[in-house]
């Protein structure tokens, strides 16, 4: 086969081009027909390969961390359950809801033995939160030394029942100096706790529940 074999083809006349060109001339539209059936069919289906292998291997890291987990269930549902019933423990030694004006009334006690002047105590509407305890707000305004403050503290600290306070927007400030020989002033606002039953949580949700008796308790000037 001549390169002259390629210069003298008769387009009209395929069948007596020489058999070397006919070869050349099949291999090159093979080789087209490879080339656009790997460019239009094969390389798509390869990336759809990779995206669909990419998957694979998150499934496969997924269902192995789903089966870790499937594993480790019945230990963690058994730790679960003792975190519960520690919480139900610890949730117990608050007061109760019949404990609660006994409370109150061991507080301003509390207070009065440390010797206090009970300015204001006026429990406020009981909140239920998280459908496992309840909050009740105090406004106080209370008068004494740092000494009796710290007192009226330990007092609450010794109650039999265990109580939780906690204080918002609470200010403690001198008195008129002249007058008062060093007494604080304490004003604001403390809560405490207590446990609430499961079957009065599922009454009452988490709705408000206002004080009966509060108006009672509440001290103007006392000591």
Not at 53 to 79: I, M, R, T, W, Y
Not at 152 to 163: D, N, W
Not at 164 to 174: C, E, G, N, R
């Amino acid at each position: 086969m001549k390169l002259s074999d390629f210069r003298n083809l008769d387009r009209n006349n395929i069948g007596g081009w020489p058999q070397g060109v006919k070869l050349v001339i099949c291999f090159v539209i093979f080789v087209l027909i490879m080339v656009a059936g790997w460019y239009f069919e094969i390389s798509p289906q390869q990336d759809e390969l990779q995206q669909k292998q990419a998957q694979e291997e998150g499934l496969k890291k997924d269902f192995s961390e789903k089966q870790a987990k499937v594993v480790n269930l019945e230990a963690l549902k058994a730790q679960l359950d003792e975190m519960r019933d520690l919480l139900r423990q610890l949730l117990r030694q608050l007061p109760s809801k019949t404990e609660m004006p006994e409370l109150l009334v061991n507080i301003s006690q509390a207070a009065l033995s440390a010797g206090l002047e009970t300015q204001l105590f006026q429990p406020g509407a009981e909140t239920v939160k998280e459908g496992f305890y309840a909050e009740k707000p105090i406004q106080l305004r209370m008068l004494g030394t740092y000494h009796q403050f710290g007192a009226f503290i330990s007092g609450v600290a010794a109650l039999p029942r265990v109580v939780i306070l906690t204080m918002h927007d609470v200010s403690l400030k001198p008195t008129d100096i002249k007058a008062a020989g060093g007494q604080l002033s304490l004003e604001g606002t403390i809560k405490t706790y207590r446990y609430v039953e499961e079957d009065e949580s599922e009454g009452t949700g988490s709705k408000s529940a206002a004080p009966k008796s509060d108006a009672a308790q509440t001290t103007q000037g006392g000591k």
